[in-house]
Nanobody, 115 residues
Framework: QVQFVESGGGLVQPGGSLRLSCWTS?????????MAWYRQTPGKQRELVAT???????NYADSVKGRFTISSDKNKNTMYLQMNNLKPEDTAVYYC????????WGQGTQVTVSS
């Protein structure tokens, strides 16, 4: 079973930046799967935020386009999400997984945007 470990979240003021990291126990997933960042707030369904294919093509939800950048380093088994110009509505627990997901989720990392 593939494991994902998210990190890098925290409390940031509106307009600030954070970089999230996602380490996986099975690096081969980067070569064969589309990887993704998701986020979830209490009482809502998990939302797809950004994807990156094995070939490096990226796609973003309209709500984060132009502010977030997804990338990966296959040598480090790690994927990143650079988040700039953060807004209060970006507050959520962020998760990484394949797209579609494996069904096995990490603990996520909390991002709170507040003044």
């Amino acid at each position: 079973q593939v494991q994902f470990v998210e990190s890098g979240g925290g409390l940031v003021q509106p307009g600030g930046s954070l970089r999230l990291s996602c380490w996986t126990s099975r690096g081969f997933v980067f070569s064969i799967s589309t990887m993704a960042w998701y986020r979830q707030t209490p009482g809502k369904q998990r939302e797809l935020v950004a994807t990156i294919t094995s070939g490096g093509s990226t796609n973003y939800a309209d709500s984060v386009k132009g502010r977030f950048t997804i990338s990966s380093d296959k040598n480090k088994n790690t994927m990143y999400l650079q988040m700039n110009n953060l807004k209060p509505e970006d507050t959520a627990v962020y998760y990484c997984n394949t797209n579609p997901s494996t069904g096995y989720w990490g603990q996520g990392t909390q991002v709170t945007v507040s003044s």
